[in-house]
């Protein structure tokens, strides 16, 4: 199932996550892999049901794909180094908008006589305190 | 930190792409050494005195 090669693609740094294209290796496999969504959605016929399906398990197939390849790419110590800080200080500036964000959803609600908050907002901060928590565990554990 | 990389690598006549597959690094990180830019883990360094052919990891790199 995993056809991409780590040799083909490179750590995105600018522009977001997941992976840049390094070769034409990895630009022929996006390109074919978009064709084949493409011819897929054709064979699926009018369906919406069946399009929706088509294109779900396409996704899968690319994003296992595609992390196969992160778990794989080589990093070495600077560039570990580089993608810690660079990953921390996205997750403060995620953190500061998340954090703002429910506060003035309670202030606004408040207002207005109820109390809601988005719980995917306070879900996001709960699973980040998580991952923080078992994160510092495992590293305290292991050196 | 300074470091002696550049000078011994060029009397080896080794690039700086040859070097950081000699040690498992990308070319940057050999140009961020030379230029003082990074400090190496004890690792990298013991790995590029051993590349260069030099004994003590201070022959390569000098703390300033």
Same mark, same amino acid.
């Given at each position: 199932?995993?056809?991409a090669?780590?040799?083909?693609?490179?750590?995105?740094?600018?522009?977001?996550?997941?992976?840049?294209?390094?070769?034409?290796?990895?630009?022929?496999?996006?390109?074919?892999?978009?064709?084949?969504?493409?011819?897929?959605?054709?064979?699926?016929?009018?369906?919406?049901?069946?399009?929706?399906?088509?294109?779900?398990?396409?996704?899968?197939? #690319?994003?296992i794909d595609v992390?196969?390849?992160?778990?794989?790419?080589? $990093?070495? *110590? /600077? &560039?570990?180094?580089?993608?810690?800080?660079?990953?921390?200080?996205?997750?403060?500036?995620?953190?500061?908008?998340?954090?703002?964000?429910?506060?003035?959803?309670?202030?606004?609600?408040?207002?207005?006589?109820?109390?809601?908050?988005?719980?995917?907002?306070?879900?996001? #901060?709960?699973?980040?305190?998580?991952?923080?928590?078992?994160?510092?565990? $495992?590293? *305290? /554990? &292991?050196? | 930190?300074?470091?002696?990389?550049?000078?011994?690598?060029?009397?080896?006549?080794?690039?700086?792409?040859?070097?950081?597959?000699?040690?498992?690094?990308?070319?940057?990180?050999?140009?961020?050494?030379?230029?003082?830019?990074?400090?190496?883990?004890?690792?990298?360094?013991?790995?590029?005195?051993?590349?260069?052919?030099?004994?003590?990891?201070?022959?390569?790199?000098?703390?300033?």
């Amino acid at each position: 199932m995993i056809i991409a090669k780590p040799e083909w693609f490179t750590r995105r740094k600018y522009g977001g996550w997941g992976l840049g294209i390094k070769t034409w290796q990895g630009a022929v496999y996006m390109a074919a892999m978009f064709i084949a969504l493409i011819v897929l959605l054709q064979l699926a016929g009018d369906s919406v049901e069946t399009k929706l399906l088509v294109t779900g398990v396409w996704m899968v197939f #690319l994003l296992i794909d595609v992390f196969d390849v992160m778990w794989k790419l080589k $990093k070495d *110590e /600077r &560039e570990r180094m580089h993608e810690a800080i660079a990953e921390r200080n996205a997750a403060w500036g995620m953190m500061v908008v998340i954090t703002l964000g429910i506060f003035i959803e309670i202030m606004y609600n408040v207002m207005n006589n109820s109390f809601y908050v988005n719980p995917f907002l306070v879900g996001a #901060l709960a699973v980040g305190v998580i991952i923080k928590s078992v994160s510092n565990y $495992k590293l *305290e /554990r &292991e050196n | 930190m300074k470091t002696k990389i550049r000078e011994f690598r060029k009397e080896q006549k080794i690039t700086q792409e040859e070097l950081a597959s000699m040690v498992e690094v990308t070319r940057q990180t050999i140009n961020s050494l030379e230029q003082g830019k990074y400090n190496p883990s004890l690792e990298l360094a013991y790995k590029i005195t051993k590349a260069l052919n030099k004994n003590k990891i201070e022959d390569v790199f000098i703390m300033d």
